[in-house]
């Protein structure tokens, strides 16, 4: 039997306050932008994107990712994966009235910068390793890519929608080009790098 005390509203202290809802939410998002900004920077570097133009589709699939947090948030299981997908989007097909082609093999493109203001970050290493990754064709690129930033075949396979089997066939062929290029002469004795 239910007392009068049950159905009385409960006291205003113990209702849930929006605001903090609101600053709970807007904490979660910036916890993730700042582990994922850098690796998104990376990915996109890594899928063929100039600096700037990677720090801009970066920006831009942050607000898009912002909008819909909540729905992303509860529903997406990998949003780290949701957010790449969204940058290399923003990447290809920038605001605006033109659309970029899909990226070529790096013999099509502009060499990448060896200076800037960034150079001691970027060394001359890493943009070989750029370079080397730019030269892979679309889905071998972003395969490689999304496998250094953790992410496993099954996961990258669906994002790329193909089979395990083929993305795994993918970073296989990837890597020995990689190797090719980045350690000529070890490539030619058979030998991996160590």
Known sequence: MATDDQ???LPMEHLPDP????????????DFYDREYHLLVRFLLCCGAPKAEAEDAAQEAFLEVWARWDWVRDTVRRPSLYLRKVAYHKYLRPPGPRRRPLPATMREQEPPERSGPDHAVLTDESLDVLAA????????MIAMALRVDGFTAV???DHLGLSAQKVRDLLKKARKALRARLYPARAKEGGAPR
């Open 155 to 157: 996961e990258i396979a």
């Open 19 to 30: 605001a903090e809802d609101r600053v709970a939410v807007r904490g979660d998002f910036l």
């Open 7 to 9: 159905h009385l509203p």
């Open 133 to 140: 990754l730019r030269e892979l064709d679309g889905n071998s």
